[in-house]
Structures are given as structure tokens and as C-alpha cells.
């Protein structure tokens, strides 16, 4: 089993920066890896950013290229989203996973690729 905690959410205005961080613990083990999905009200959850293993491979929705950077610290065991340039729409609930089943060689962009789920952390967009 694999345990994931988000931290970092907050309120901030937009135009604003925030960094969420995604710590793992439990049995992790060989490579994974990491994706980050939002969901905001009324909406379903959609992909946000997903890391391969080694961080070669990095991956964005388009609403967020150019604004997000996704990296990790395998040492740590942690994902770090450093989002900037907030707008209000990026307004949700954002959750880290991670994917054990391709050993970190495939950075997925669907939530069926992942195993494990924190449980979030609400980010708030001011206008």
C-alpha cells in the first residue's frame, strides 16, 4: 500500500503562485509515477501535470502549459506543482496519484493509470 498527502493549497489572487507538494510513504519501493489531477465544483476530475520516474518524461494539460512545473525528489519521495500565474478557473481541488504498475516508465495522463490517490488540497483563485 501507498499512502499520499497533499500540502500546500491555499487562497491567493490571481496572477498569484502556489506550490503543492505530494509526499509518499508506505511501499513505494522501485520506480512510479506521478500525475496531478484537479476537479473543480460541478466538474469532472481532469489531468493537470505527470512525471515519469526519472522526471525525463513531463507532461501538461494544455490549460496549464507554460504556467505549472511539475519535479520530484526521489530521495524525498515527494512532487512538487509549482503553479504560477493563477487564474481563477485553475480554482479546485487537486489531487496527487501515483502509478506502481509501469515502475515509473510511463508518466500517465488518465486517471485509470494510477493506483493510489491523496485525498487533496483546495487551491482558491481570487478574481
Known amino acids: 500500500q501507498v499512502q499520499l498527502q497533499e500540502s500546500g493549497g491555499g487562497l491567493v489572487q490571481t496572477g498569484g503562485s502556489l506550490r503543492l507538494s505530494c509526499a509518499a510513504t508506505?511501499?513505494?519501493?522501485?520506480?512510479?509515477?506521478m500525475g496531478w489531477f484537479r476537479q473543480a465544483p460541478g466538474k469532472e476530475r481532469e489531468f493537470v501535470s505527470s512525471?515519469?520516474?526519472?522526471?525525463?518524461?513531463?507532461y501538461y494539460a494544455d490549460s496549464v502549459k507554460g504556467r505549472f512545473t511539475i519535479s520530484r525528489d526521489n530521495t524525498k519521495k515527494t512532487v512538487d506543482l509549482q503553479m504560477n500565474n493563477l487564474k481563477p478557473e485553475d480554482t479546485a481541488v487537486y489531487s496527487c496519484?501515483?502509478?506502481?504498475?509501469?515502475?515509473?516508465?510511463?508518466?500517465?495522463?488518465?486517471?485509470?493509470?494510477?493506483?493510489?490517490w491523496g485525498r487533496g488540497t483546495q487551491v482558491t483563485v481570487s478574481s
Open positions: 508506505g511501499r513505494t519501493s522501485g520506480g512510479y509515477s
Open positions: 496519484a501515483a502509478d506502481l504498475r509501469s515502475r515509473g516508465v510511463v508518466a500517465g495522463t488518465k486517471e485509470v493509470e494510477y493506483e493510489y
Open positions: 512525471i515519469s520516474w526519472t522526471g525525463a518524461d513531463t
